[in-house]
């Protein structure tokens, strides 16, 4: 899809269909030169998410669509992600190959956000995933043109790209696990740090990990014919940075559990288990085409957890790269074991400012929080703090989660220095995950996201929702990393 922007006050150029948005108690605007039937705005009231479509009688549009944002004081930036994302769907329904959002109110100093918030809402909202069905039809829509004025337009064109690297990561997600393997990651991160200047990419593989002392890494790849990797991506900002941030996301494309095998009903979920990989890949989308102030590296460790003769076992015992061993009690709790090697290797070879990792680590995240927030913790109040206030402004929301002595407690091996599972019936799986990894990290001002609930089946919001992949991170670790 092409999208282009133009303001307000210049002439419409011809669409399939223009959509123009309207609060609720005051008259539809009809831009100039737009001609409707005088029936089509009668009883039209711009009740939130309200829609009314119609033939255009005259003027540059073939249709006309109006779309409701509501009392003017409810309006914010989640109803116009959500109303973006009804035009680009309507759009879609009416066969148009063009479709044009027309904003034409006054909005004061939220303008930029709320074209960001329109922009990320219709170009996420005309995700689709058919290309590997045999019979669907490509979509008909090719052109995106916003109005708005200067403000709500400059942050339409950061929201567009926003949502690009969105969609990028929710396309590697919901991509079936035999066809999105470590190495195809590996291939994709090759590509992204192809297209922008500021980005190069290192790729460590499983040699280079024996090296470093990543058997943590290595023992669960073990048990699988796909090699391991740890992808390093680096953006440089073109001033001086004043900071230096590291993203790691748990990239497993496919998590069976290993020996400690999962039950079968949803085991096809666990394709999803690279949702944290994803989003740092789709953050580095994003950051090709916008600058941030601080360099940022991104690291995502990827491998197969699989079962077979050579899998790691529980009982098993393996070293990481900071000489800390493990037991490995429980192979299905591999996501810390490559997270702890990921994480030793950005403290001691990246040495970053601040470090954040999102994973789908524990069930028991989704029990607490269920699918529409991420939990957080971590070692450093204003990381979880920052965090917590980028998911407000972004909508992807976070909520606090303890890190308690007594969770730390629970991760103290008996024959190792450490173990990869609490002890039974120790209660909050969530907070003894993100304990066992703040091991790795030491004195890093550090925040552990656990996105396990976030990164798909969520409620429908329009924009995203339902059985596939959110994408949840890429916004919210953007909007994060342009504060810092
Ligand atoms: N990938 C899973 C976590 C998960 C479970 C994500 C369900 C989304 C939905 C992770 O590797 C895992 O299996 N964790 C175990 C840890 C336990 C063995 C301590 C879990 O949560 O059951
Ligand atoms: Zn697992
Ligand atoms: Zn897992």
Not at 290 to 316: F, Q, R
Not at 339 to 347: F, G, M, S, T
């Amino acid at each position: 899809m092409k999208i282009s922007f133009k303001n307000t006050t210049q002439a419409l150029s011809k669409t399939d269909l223009l959509v123009i948005f309207s609060r609720q108690g005051s008259k539809v605007k009809l831009p100039q030169g737009v001609q409707v039937p005088p029936l089509a705005l009668k009883s039209f009231e711009g009740k939130e998410r309200e829609m009314r479509l119609t033939d255009a009688t005259g003027g540059p549009a073939a249709r006309v669509l109006l779309i409701g944002l509501g009392d003017s004081k409810t309006i914010d930036c989640e109803t116009l992600r959500r109303c973006g994302a009804l035009a680009t769907k309507k759009a879609e329904k009416t066969h148009s190959a063009s479709v044009s959002l027309y904003f034409d109110l006054a909005v004061g100093k939220q303008s930029e956000a709320l074209g960001q918030a329109l922009a990320e809402g219709a170009v996420m909202g005309a995700y689709r995933l058919t290309h590997f069905q045999s019979t669907a039809k490509p979509t008909a829509l090719k052109r995106l043109l916003i109005y708005g004025n200067k403000e709500f337009n400059r942050g339409a064109k950061r929201g567009q790209i926003i949502a690009q690297a969105n969609c990028l990561a929710r396309r590697l997600k919901d991509t079936p696990g035999n066809l999105m393997r470590p190495r195809d990651l590996v291939s994709e991160a090759k590509k992204i740090a192809k297209a922008g200047s500021s980005l190069s990419v290192k790729i460590i593989d499983e040699k280079a990990m024996a090296r470093l002392n990543m058997d943590a890494l290595l023992s669960v790849s073990r048990g699988s014919c796909e090699p391991a990797y740890l992808i390093h991506l680096i953006y440089k900002p073109k001033n001086k940075s004043t900071r230096k941030i590291c993203l790691v996301g748990k990239g497993l494309t496919f998590d069976a559990g290993g020996i400690s095998l999962k039950p079968s009903g949803k085991m096809d979920e666990m394709k999803y288990d690279m949702s944290g990989g994803a989003a740092v890949l789709g953050v580095f989308k994003a950051l090709a085409e916008i600058d941030v102030d601080a360099e940022v590296h991104g690291l995502v460790p990827t491998s197969e957890n699989l079962p077979d003769g050579k899998a790691v076992k529980p009982g098993d015992l393996v070293t990481a790269m900071n000489g800390l061993s493990i037991e490995v009690l429980n192979t299905d709790a591999e996501g810390r074991l490559i997270l702890a090697d990921a994480l030793c290797y950005a403290k001691e070879k990246i040495k970053p400012d601040a470090m954040i990792d999102l994973a789908t680590l524990t069930g028991a995240v989704v029990v607490a929080l269920g699918h529409e927030l991420s939990g957080v913790m971590g070692n450093d109040q204003n990381v979880i703090d920052d965090l917590i206030a980028a998911g407000k402004r972004s909508g992807e929301l976070v909520w606090p989660l303890p890190l308690h002595d007594v969770h730390h407690e629970e991760m103290k091996g008996k024959v190792g220095d450490l173990r990869n599972i609490s002890s039974p019936g120790a209660g909050a799986g969530s907070s003894t995950g993100g304990a066992f990894l703040s091991n790795f990290v030491d004195n890093i001002p550090w925040a552990h996201l656990d996105i396990a609930g976030s990164a798909w089946g969520a409620a429908d919001r329009d924009y995203q929702g339902g059985a596939k992949g959110t994408g949840v991170g890429v916004r919210l670790l953007f909007d994060y990393l342009q504060q810092s």
